[in-house]
């Protein structure tokens, strides 16, 4: 059996759902179908939740989201199945509403009370896609994802979730399947949460695996992966296939196909991935698996993730390097914060990692904790953030037979008067990356991205 996602923009029109409709309905009656909200619907949900805190007119807001959910259930759910959806849809139209004014009367915006917001557009677009197919079974994701508190994110809890997706769809053979993507449930205190912006994809990751899936079909709304992003390189090209780890590489890089957390529970049960696009449902996609077309493409893309600190330990320490990363690495992961770059002291002894910049504070707190000796005695100066940079990525598993690569990279960077911040501990494996003044990112993806392509 294969399990299928369809993102906002496939389930956002009548005429995208007409598509899906087909591609489902084509299918064998056992395929799983994860949707997400209709297209641009969780951004419209929270700023309207803000517009309500700020004592705006949310009102005509959940109008608008009224409105345009009425016009898809006319114009695609089953005519056997439109009063049903109706009714389902009227009484989340409702809980959204009463929300927002309960928003609205206490000028504040709970965290939770926006989980609940945001859930809403899935838990409405799940019942009107599976009124819009023959023969659809309407599944409740809140019944079989569940999370866990880390920190002040929610993780899925994937045992419990795993167990509980086995339940839910015990009768397989008896669909097609459609459930939302995205949303969850905390286990413990039953409150709604969700897995992260862009988490239908790993719902839909999360069944394939507990499911045993032979493949796991990510329906979008563009031709595959590509070499970079082709708003920045217009003639950048589809990848016809790509290894579980270099697509890993690609979506940690910035490459916005699919969240990445998504990649983890196929990759560990070797479940193929392809990214197939809803409005050409023709085109052959990207197969992800656990081999790579390194011959034709040694190097898959170019990408960048902006919002890029640089921290710097810089002073006169003693220890091993590979001591002093590990001290660092670890005290940063115990809180949450992940380096996406190491990058190799220079001549300064100067020790430096890539966080995003919305770690900074956190990572602040635990290295100073971290290095308290050494702060003490002097061996250490400072700790200091460098922001507004661009992490650079280059991925692929054949760059690590390119000899003299970042030698390449870095020149070609200086020549066009590109300051390199940083750049990775050697090209041993999948991606070499390098740190840029954010300013000049796009003219840095179009340099290297031409070494290549
Ligand atoms: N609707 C959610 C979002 O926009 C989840 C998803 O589409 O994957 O982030
Ligand atoms: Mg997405």
Redesign the pocket.
Known sequence: MNVLKF??TSVGTVSSLENVRSIVESLPSDTVVVV??LGG???KLIATAHLAAAGGDWASEADAIAERHYNIIEGIVRQENKANTLNVVDALLDELRRTYEGVSLISDLPAKTLNVI?SL??RMSAPIVAGAIKNARLHNSLDFVKTEKWFDKNIADSILTHNLIVREFADLANGPHVTG??ISQDRDSGEIT?L??????YTAALIAAALDAEMLDIWTDVDGFMTADPRIINDAKVLPSMSFIESMELCTFGAKVI?PPTIYPVFHKNIPIRILNTFNPEAPGTLISDSSDSKDYPVKGVTAVKNTCLVRLSGNLTEHVAQINTRAYNALARNGVSVFLLAQPGENKEFSFAISSSDQGMAYRSLNEEFVPELLDGSLKNISFEENLSTIAVVGEGIRHMKGLDGRILNTLLRLGIRTLACSEGNSDTTASFVVEEKDTVEAIKAIHGLFF
């Open positions: 993102g906002g997400s909200a619907l969780t951004d945001v557009g899935e993507g995205f969700n992260g912006r862009g988490g239908s994809d969240y």
